[in-house]
């Protein structure tokens, strides 16, 4: 999870920093909702919330893949926040997945990958 | 009476198991670490731990989840805690116990020693055989694990209630599990003959084997096994390990050896005090021996614990028996027994219900007089236990039908609401907790369940009281005028009834708008944002495509159509009444075969396409609705279909044009969205050939009109529909259905069938009545205005959805990329495709790397 920095810090950046790799842009996302992009063979489920409880921007990537139902589902499921930790539901068992750790609430021995990513101007980033 | 000591004396407890520490507990509960130093041994290396759940160590419950009480209870309390300290003997006459460690002194002591299993003498399975497995210790449980490695079968020698739990424990390994038992039946001391029988078929369906009658005579090396059972009568079974599960006995030997009064077939015989021979010395648990009687379950056992903690403390209540009524979980099937089971009492009568399709059994035992309940024995559904219990325990006046309590339940099944029962009534027997208990709690400021809880403890046992202590809790409160939390969820304190009311008074058109105006500010999350989003449809009927919306919905809601199981989707358009043009029938024909989708009839006479990848939902639904197709909205909880019969039409026997009518109610209600999904049906006459009274709204002809059935329901829970009002001509019947649906709409609870929301308003079918046809809370015409509203706004959601790109880049696998979900595979069957199934998938991937 990152927040939008200004785009004048960020050209800098760019320069230096190769761990960042364009992913898909901002239009694809849909807010307080997911959508899924492909990276390197794996699913990514990319959950965007325009507003936190901070008011800051946030962007959350984990596995698309449901460990309970084994289908690619988690992107499709409902975000929201469970005691103050952002969480999406499973759209079939409706288990809660912790968006900034991937660990599920009714079983925390189950976490699911998380990925880093960052919104750029229009562009959303992940780190390699 | 014993009076308080003035000066410190020492307690030593010997034994830490459940009922020891309970002990403990009521000890530290009444103050006792003030006049006693207290020491207590445990010759296991664990902590006290709850065996009554051991066979969950093998299913994700380790010794540390399983452990009683805080880690730290004793160290906090002062209380020496002494683990894999072994007690070697006591010497009375010097007041003192020597240990593998030391000796120490004591001026008062507690035998907590419990017992140990019985294993038969047969001949190969002597002290120190490898084969010589028991079920009571967490180290019992780490041998029998390692002697599950690499076996295939195991078998448990026992078939009551422990040597079941064995069983399980034996399946959750993995293994093939089997029960010999010697009695002609299992459980035969709870169950009774048709019970025992009950029990063994669902067990068997569990795939495990049941041995009744069979007496082991000798265990001797296998051929396919390691071990082969050899059985009176010639017959054997081979098996590669053997738990031995048959009874349990009083861990005596320490009193034994020091003199103390020993029951003739073992057990440390104590008095109502629960002291021994020895005044300064007590027994408790399945170490003692009451009235000839050894209690094996843990409820006594504490009981005997709060004895004696009650006299160390100069307040003595003395131990007068227990109820060995007992509720249980075995291998998942639901048993359940209560006090004269076997209907021993002179004069007892007995009813009994036989379900042999679903192999449940219910006994209810009753007085010589027919006024009380004396014994019940349940098989398959506990769910009459706690009622039952209740009318046993407290002499309950048994109701005019007896057997009504162990019937079927139906609407009109008496159920014994808390209100009924007495002061006295026990609630939690594990911590003998009463009903005055809890209102004495609720008086002292228990405003909620976990408070409740840690304040009595009640249903903090074997839990098996949750249910009943809630509704107690419940009413106590709500007769005390404090209002029971109701929140939909964390985010509103609201109910769905009042939300529903806010946002039509107030005009609240967007979740975000009310999570300001009445939520806590969050995002909202699974439980409030579909009930909002119904909410919002239901008043307003905005697209729950719109981008407000769309966060709002469950992914069926969101993408249109029904997931499945492996993350693919179904497709119903609607079709209303069942009618079908061949062209049409064609058209989803071809549309199924050139998307290669699963087809199948579905119960509301409509097709249903399965199979369907997220990427192509709208081209599917754009050669839908070309072909003239709308949305079926099976996805939502929303108006289903209308079934209907033939009619008058073509039908001999038809008095009105059932079709008709059914194409009009849902062409009226399509598109509705309502707490839980809505059906509907018509019959064009009494014969009923459309099930209308299985409906949530039914419609039956009559020679001079139509009948109107409301809140029938078929599925888990089926409710036969009542009769609303009758020979209705056309306007009258869809203007009450419009007040109906309205109604319900505004009134119900989330996720609520009309069926359930019909039973739980007060007043019922009458009051029903009054409001929608005699209009008495003069809200007739605000329905019938809110029903016009929806249906004037109603539009095809996936025509909606086409016509805008926005909406359909939601409907992309990848956002990023053309390919389908690689792990989306199906197999052929019967013709069509069918999803791989989890053993074929690894099969695959295996055959996979292999080549």
Not at chain 2, 644 to 664: E, I, K, N, P
Request: proline share 3%.
């Amino acid at each position: 999870m990152t927040t939008a920095l200004k785009d004048t810090a960020m050209k800098n950046d760019t320069l230096q920093d190769t761990r960042w790799q364009r992913l898909c842009n901002k239009a694809d996302l849909v807010a307080n909702s997911g959508v899924v992009a492909w990276w390197q063979d794996d699913q990514v489920a990319l959950i965007y919330v325009p507003k936190g409880r901070s008011g800051k921007t946030e962007l959350y990537a984990i596995d698309n893949h449901d460990p309970f139902s084994n289908a690619n589902v988690l992107g499709r499921g409902i975000v929201g926040d469970k005691g103050g930790e952002v969480v999406i539901a499973s759209p079939l068992y409706k288990q809660h997945f912790r968006l900034r750790d991937g660990i599920c609430l009714e079983d925390e021995t189950v976490q699911l990958r998380t990925w880093q990513v960052r919104l750029q101007g229009d562009e959303v980033q992940i780190s390699g | 009476m014993t009076t308080l000591p003035t000066t410190k004396k020492q307690l030593i407890i010997i034994g830490n198991g459940m009922v020891g520490h309970h002990c403990i507990e009521q000890l530290i509960e009444r103050g006792a670490t003030e006049h006693y130093t207290i020491h207590i041994f445990g010759e296991e290396r664990h902590r006290a731990y709850d065996r009554v759940h051991l066979s969950e160590y093998f299913s994700g419950r380790d010794a540390e989840a399983l452990a009683l009480g805080d880690h730290d209870l004793h160290r906090t309390h002062g209380i020496e805690l002494h683990l894999g300290e072994c007690v070697s003997k006591i010497d009375r006459d010097a007041g003192e116990i020597f240990t593998t460690d030391g000796r120490y002194h004591y001026d008062s002591l507690i035998l907590a020693t419990g017992s140990y299993p019985f294993v038969p003498p047969i001949p190969g399975a002597e002290e120190g055989q490898p084969n010589r497995l028991v079920y009571r210790t967490l180290d019992d449980l780490d041998q029998i694990r390692d002697a599950a490695k690499n076996a295939k079968r195991g078998v448990v020698i026992g078939g009551g209630l422990l040597g079941l739990e064995a069983a399980n424990a034996l399946k959750s390994l993995g293994i093939e599990a089997h029960v010999v038992e010697f009695a002609p039946r299992l459980m035969p001391v709870q169950l009774d003959e048709q019970g025992g029988a009950a029990l063994r078929e669902q067990i068997e369906a569990l795939g495990v084997g049941v041995h009744t009658g069979c007496a082991t005579e000798e265990i001797v090396a296998g051929d396919e096994y390691r071990y082969r059972m050899n059985f009176k009568g010639g017959e054997h079974l081979e098996t590669d390990l053997i738990v031995f599960s048959a009874g349990i006995r009083p861990q005596d030997k320490l009193a034994r050896e020091c003199s103390l009064e020993i029951g003739e077939r073992g057990g440390i015989i104590i008095d109502d005090t629960c002291r021994t021979s020895d005044p300064e010395i007590f027994a408790i648990g399945e170490c003692a021996l009451w009235n000839g009687q050894v209690f094996g379950l843990v409820a006594p056992g504490y009981t005997m614990a709060r004895t004696v903690a009650g006299c160390l403390m100069g307040d003595c209540e003395s131990f007068s028996g227990a109820d060995m009524s007992t509720k249980l979980k075995l291998l998942g099937v639901d048993v359940g027994s209560i006090g004269d089971a076997h209907a021993k009492t002179e004069g007892a009568k007995s009813y009994r219900y036989i379900d042999e399709a679903n192999s449940a059994y219910r006994r209810l035992v009753v007085s010589a007089d027919g006024k009380h309940v004396i014994g019940a024995v349940l098989v398959g559904d506990n769910s009459y236990y706690d009622t039952l219990l209740q009318y046993a325990q407290n002499g309950i006046k048994l109701p005019a039908d007896p057997a009504s309590l162990i019937l079927p339940q139906s609407e009109g099944t008496p159920t014994l609401g808390a209100d009924a029962l007495p002061e006295t009534a026990m609630i939690c027997s594990c911590h003998n907790v009463t009903k005055g208990a809890v209102c004495k709690a609720v008086d002292a400021g228990c405003s909620d369940l976990a408070s409740l809880k840690a304040e009595t403890k009640a249903s903090t046992g074997c839990g098996g009281c949750a249910a009943l202590l809630k509704s107690v809790f419940d009413h106590e409160l709500e007769s005390r005028g404090i209002e029971v939390d109701k929140s939909l969820c964390e985010h509103f304190s609201h109910t769905r009834q009042e939300l529903y009311s806010l946002v039509r008074v107030e005009g609240i058109e967007t979740f975000d708008a009310l999570m300001e105006k009445h939520g806590n500010g969050g995002l909202g999350c699974d439980i409030c944002k579909p009930a909002v989003a119904s909410i919002l449809a239901s008043s307003w009927n905005k697209p729950i495509t719109d981008p407000s919306n769309v966060p709002l919905q469950d992914t069926n809601d969101t993408f249109m159509a029904n997931m499945q199981k492996n993350g693919t989707y179904s497709v119903v358009p609607r079709i209303p009444g069942g009618e079908i043009t061949p062209d049409k029938l064609i058209a989803i024909g071809a549309v199924a075969k050139k998307y290669d989708l699963y087809t199948k009839i579905t119960g509301g006479q409509r097709i249903d396409l399965f199979g369907a990848q997220l990427h192509d939902l709208p081209d599917i639904w754009q050669e839908l609705i070309e072909a003239g197709f709308e949305t079926g909205h099976a996805y939502g909880k929303s108006t289903r279909t209308v079934k209907s019969c033939v009619g008058s039409t073509w039908c001999r026997y038809g008095v009105q044009d059932s079709v008709a009518m059914a194409l009009r109610i849902e062409d009226r209600y399509k598109g509705l969205r309502s707490p839980h999904k809505l059906k509907f049906a018509v019959s064009g006459c009494t014969r009923e050939c459309a099930e209308a009274q299985s409906k949530d709204v039914g419609v039956i002809a009559t020679d001079k009109g139509w009948n109107l059935y409301i809140s029938g329901n078929g599925g888990m829970r089926p409710r036969h529909a009542e009769l609303f009002a009758t020979d209705l001509d056309d306007e009258t019947l869809i203007k009450y259905i419009d007040r109906f649906l309205m109604f319900y709409i505004r009134t119900a609870d989330k996720l609520t069938r009309t069926s359930v929301w019909r039973e739980s308003l007060d007043g019922g079918l009458d009051y029903l009545k009054e409001v929608i046809i005699e209009d008495s809370l003069g809200i007739g015409a605000e329905l019938e205005a809110q029903m016009q509203h929806v249906v004037d706004h109603y539009e095809c959601e996936w025509a909606n959805a086409l016509k805008d790109p926005e909406k359909l880049k939601r409907f992309r696998t990848f956002v990023n990329d053309q390919r389908p979900d690689p792990a989306i595979t199906f197999v052929d069957e019967r013709g069509q495709k069918r999803p791989m199934r989890a053993e074929e998938l690894s099969n695959k991937i295996i055959a996979k790397e292999i080549s």
